[in-house]
């Protein structure tokens, strides 16, 4: 998808995609970090 071409709404819900992927990838981090200190 070229710049130029994206609508507002295309930068908002690919912001909010991108927001979306780092808050899992943190949430399962912190779910492995107390895992492996559980056990």
């Not at 979306?20 to 970090?33: C, E, P, R, T």
């Amino acid at each position: 998808m070229h710049l130029a071409t994206a609508t507002w709404r295309d930068v908002i819900v690919l912001s909010l995609l991108a927001l979306f992927l780092l808050f899992s990838l943190n949430f399962v981090g912190q779910v492995a970090k107390a895992g492996r200190a559980g056990k």
